[in-house]
């Protein structure tokens, strides 16, 4: 099959609606948007409040929260699956090539893209915008919120940002997803086996989504930053 | 005179260096304070302080009488406080729901809050920028704001930082209107300031900061001048 009749096989899956296709497109968003609902909160939470609250080690922690956006998630993936197998101490949960044990390799690689991005964002803002707040009777909770609403933009973005990189993942996914059909198998997964048996047609329509999913991404990040933007140069 | 806001043994240091101490001070209803000093004399970290935004080593605090803890003061004894900052901070959404801000946190219902709020704008002759972004107002208008935002709580003392610096002659007339009827109430007002027209308004009380150290007259400083 040469490169014309691949692309067409993989437009005619496209547009077929193909059970298994838009099954693995599911499964991807199913789990990476889960595994952002999940950690985005906490991640939001630890950004702000190492960059707000002063505490011994707190250096430490920012420069490991950093250098762990950088992290392989095919490492991610491998110390999850010992936690995971069967001896691990996890074992007894019983997650190992489940969705679950997907959504929680994801939310640990994502979150400190999220914890990061937060961090910066906050200290970015006006530390005036705490200090009104409380001012004007916030507690610390509502005043850390509002200096997080004050910087939306930026939080949203990193939101993004965290999506991008989970949603393209392939070494965590593959290694404590399995790559199970219908259950565990996503995008990047997917791409992975169909190429490696010669299959280019679906891997190809899955790389199609894969960057549609990706460009969408981006341009929603460049429209939140942008709206950031504007609303700064007032 | 009702002693509003007491204060003992206040001491604050930066880098080990000693930057304020001040034995006591008195804030007294019905008083107005114009707190004088050279830049950097501490003038907005008392300021500060005293609204619960700073650490600082203090002895002894009380508000209307009650013993409290100045850094960890609840909410409802902060709102008693009205802080306005050198350039106030405007909150990225309209100027009304800036003043609104304090009453939401406060659980006043939306009718009764947009109520009050525009009336408060209206007291700041700010009631036909409601509507408009706050942080597009200029300085002058944000200042006024600022002071509608706090006043709208009904404070029982003021602070403001530095309220006429950086105005342009019509911005500092306006606000030194607003001031004065802030100052016309039953409410402690305490302004750090440079201005030399406001330090030389007849009635109000004068301190002056000079190494750290609070000189002054009046009542406020009682126990320095061993009363």
């Known amino acids: 099959m040469d490169l014309l009749d691949t692309t067409r096989e993989a437009f005619r899956l496209l547009f077929s609606g193909d059970p298994t296709l838009w099954g693995i497109v599911w499964v991807s968003i199913k789990v990476s948007i889960l595994a952002l609902i999940l950690a985005g909160p906490l991640a939001v939470a630890a950004g702000f409040s190492l960059s707000h609250v002063v505490f011994p080690g707190r250096r430490l922690l920012v420069i490991l929260v950093q250098a762990f956006q950088s992290f392989p998630t095919v490492v991610v993936g491998l110390l999850l699956y010992l936690l995971l197998s069967r001896q691990g101490p996890l074992g007894a949960l019983q997650l190992l090539f489940s969705q679950p044990a997907m959504v929680l390799g994801q939310m640990i690689i994502v979150f400190p893209v999220l914890a990061a991005y937060t961090l910066s964002a906050v200290q970015g803002a006006d530390p005036r915008a705490y200090e009104t707040a409380a001012s004007l009777g916030a507690g610390r909770m509502r005043a850390a919120m509002t200096t997080l609403w004050e910087v939306r933009f930026a939080v949203m973005a990193a939101l993004f940002m965290g999506l991008g990189r989970i949603i393209s993942e392939i070494g965590c996914s593959l290694m404590v997803g399995g790559n199970i059909a219908g259950l565990t198998r996503n995008i990047p997964t997917a791409i992975a086996l169909e190429t490696s048996k010669g299959e280019f047609a679906q891997g190809v329509a899955l790389g199609m989504v894969l960057i549609v999913l990706a460009l969408g991404v981006n341009v929603a990040l460049a429209a939140v930053q942008g709206q950031g933007g504007m609303r700064r140069a007032w | ?227």
């Open chain 2, 1 to 227: 005179m009702v002693a509003v806001m007491e204060i003992g043994g206040l001491a604050k240091s930066w880098g080990g260096r000693p930057v304020l101490r001040i034995p006591q001070l008195v804030l007294e209803a019905g008083s107005s304070y114009v707190l004088s000093g050279d830049n950097g004399a501490g003038k907005s970290t008392l300021l500060r302080i005293l609204a619960g935004l700073e650490p600082a080593k203090v002895e002894r605090f009380a508000f209307e009488g009650k013993l409290l803890q100045l850094g960890r003061l609840p909410a409802e004894v902060r709102r008693l406080i009205g802080f306005v900052h050198q350039h106030p901070y405007m909150f990225n959404r309209s100027t009304l729901a800036n003043v609104e801000y304090g009453l939401r946190l406060q659980g006043v219902p939306r009718h009764e809050r947009s109520r009050l709020a525009h009336d408060a704008l209206t007291w700041a002759g700010m009631a036909e920028f409601a509507g408009a972004p706050a942080q597009r107002l200029s300085g002058g208008e944000q200042q006024r704001v600022a002071l509608a935002r706090a006043k709208v709580l009904s404070p029982h003392v003021y602070l403001l930082d530095e309220p006429t610096a950086n105005l342009d002659a019509d911005g500092r007339r306006r606000v030194l209107e607003l001031i004065a009827q802030l100052a016309a109430a039953d409410k402690v007002v305490l302004i750090a300031c440079h201005d030399l027209e406001m330090i030389n308004l007849p009635g109000v009380v004068r301190l002056h900061l000079e190494n750290g150290s609070l000189e002054g007259e009046g009542p406020a400083l009682r126990a320095l001048a061993g009363g």
